[in-house]
């Protein structure tokens, strides 16, 4: 097999909701391929389904922080190699230490536990789009709508107090930017991290009926590792739903004809969120891994310790996985997309997710029948500089 | 057809009890699979379905 060298991860798009082009060529040609990483080491791309889902569900690929290349730069620089993880931050943790804290977890994110919150989150809907209304036309979908939304209810399952919400919300922010200098990040991070870790010290004192509690009273975990799952699920919980339903929301005012078949028809939501999840594959950049040995994978030998670089984004727009992959479609067979991840890893929080889109795009639709833009569609501002896709703003109308 | 689960392997992502919450169920300590019926007459095709989604390969269609 000829290797080419990609001297970089493909990142430009020309066109605001569809993956960059060279990923779809490169898809055909060579599903894993040859990249060079930012900080020089020489690693690979997968951009096949197929690929993707076989690196993410093999335990010989380590998602160790310490072991991670990142394909992306920060702030025009790459990113330094990260220490490994503190006690409690999972999601960069291999095997037996992952699945010990993620067990702790996953009892309270079933799909019952979901269900069971949805008046809850419809209520929270209601409030927002109330402001939206009271704000008027010309509102920023994004700041009155998308981001407070699930923001407020991951606050609420993790008991974070509305007013310490702000402080919260602006440095995860700054955590996904990816046009500042890791330094900086690094620092976003450290605040949100000393939040946590004051958040869960109050706890003892004043235990609430929250997950943070909840963890805390298992009796198994120190404050530290209480404070780190904390920590994930705050900022996994803030972004990527919030995410979803802004850029979601202007996917479907884009598509007319299917934004009216889900109105008439308001049962069609599930699988319309998973035809959104799949289309719009926001986590652009991710997801990646690390051979821990020498692995065979389509055609070639991925050596131990070097890094892959799987695209979420062309993985979900694999012909060979989704028919005509480049349409969106709130009718076609959208489940197993690779957006959510897949293996051991795969999204937590990702019912929780389902939910807040369910009940938040079914909601808008119903509240503003003719919410449309306020913006020509090209003047809206795209996230290209965010790890997480979207959009900055999101002016719309309404009568 | 029968289903087999592995609680061990299962990373809780509750895809199965999504797919058919009539032959799948999460326990609520752990959020692990829960096997409700292993020869899911009728059920067939969202079984294979549940299998193929489970991110964590914990279930096992044996035809």
């Not at chain 1, 976003?188 to 963890?215: N, Q, S, W, Y």
């Amino acid at each position: 097999m000829t290797e080419t060298l990609y001297p970089e991860l493909p990142t430009t798009r020309s066109s605001p909701l569809d993956p960059p082009a060279e990923l779809g060529v490169l898809r055909e040609t060579e599903p894993i391929s040859r990249l060079a990483f930012p900080d020089g080491t020489l690693g690979w791309l997968v951009t096949s389904h197929a690929l993707a889902r076989e690196v993410l569900a093999d335990n010989r690929f380590s998602n160790r922080a310490e072991l991670q290349h990142s394909p992306i730069r920060a702030g025009g620089k790459p990113i330094p190699q990260q220490p490994p993880a503190k006690p409690g931050m999972f999601i960069n943790m291999d095997g037996q230490e992952h699945a010990k804290y993620r067990r702790l977890l996953t009892g309270q994110f079933t799909v019952r536990r979901m269900n069971q919150l949805i008046p809850r989150i419809e209520a929270i809907v209601r409030d927002h789009l109330a402001d939206v209304r009271a704000q008027g036309p010309g509102v920023d979908l994004v700041e009155a709508f998308a981001l407070p939304v699930p923001s407020m209810v991951i606050c609420e399952l993790l008991g974070v107090s509305y007013e310490e919400r702000e402080s919260f919300q602006r440095n995860t922010k700054a955590l996904f930017t990816l046009t500042k200098e890791f330094a900086e990040i690094r620092a976003a991070f450290e605040r949100i991290e000393d939040f946590v870790a004051d958040l869960v010290r109050r706890k003892h004192d004043e235990p609430g009926d929250d997950m943070l509690t909840g963890l805390i009273q298992t009796g198994e975990l120190t404050d530290e590792e209480v404070a780190n799952m904390g920590l994930l699920l705050l900022v996994a919980g803030h972004e990527t739903t919030a995410n979803m339903l802004g850029i979601g929301t202007l996917t479907l005012l884009g598509h007319p004809e299917q934004l009216a078949a889900l109105k008439a028809d308001p049962s069609l939501i599930d699988n319309t969120v998973e035809e959104l999840m799949r289309y719009l594959s926001i986590v652009q950049f991710g997801a990646s891994r690390v051979a821990l040995e020498d692995v065979e994978l389509g055609g070639v030998t991925v050596k131990a310790g070097e890094p892959v670089s799987i695209s979420v984004m062309a993985a979900n727009r694999d012909p060979a996985k989704f028919d005509r992959p480049e349409e969106f479609d709130i009718h076609r067979p959208a489940t197993g997309h690779v957006a959510f991840g897949h293996g051991v890893h795969q999204c937590l929080g990702q019912q929780l997710a389902r939910i807040e889109m369910r009940v938040g795009f079914n909601a808008l639709f119903r509240e503003f029948p003719d919410l449309r833009l306020a913006v020509p569609a090209s003047e809206v501002p795209m996230r290209d500089d965010m790890a997480i896709y979207g959009v900055h703003k999101l002016p719309v109308t309404f009568s | 057809m029968r289903i087999e689960v592995d609680p061990d392997r299962c990373a809780g992502s509750g895809m199965c009890a999504l797919t058919d919450p009539e032959v799948f169920d999460q326990s609520d300590d752990d959020g692990t699979v829960v096997l409700l019926n292993p020869t899911p007459t009728g059920h067939e095709r969202e079984a294979r379905e549940a299998a193929h989604l489970c991110p964590a390969g914990a279930i096992k269609v044996i035809e």
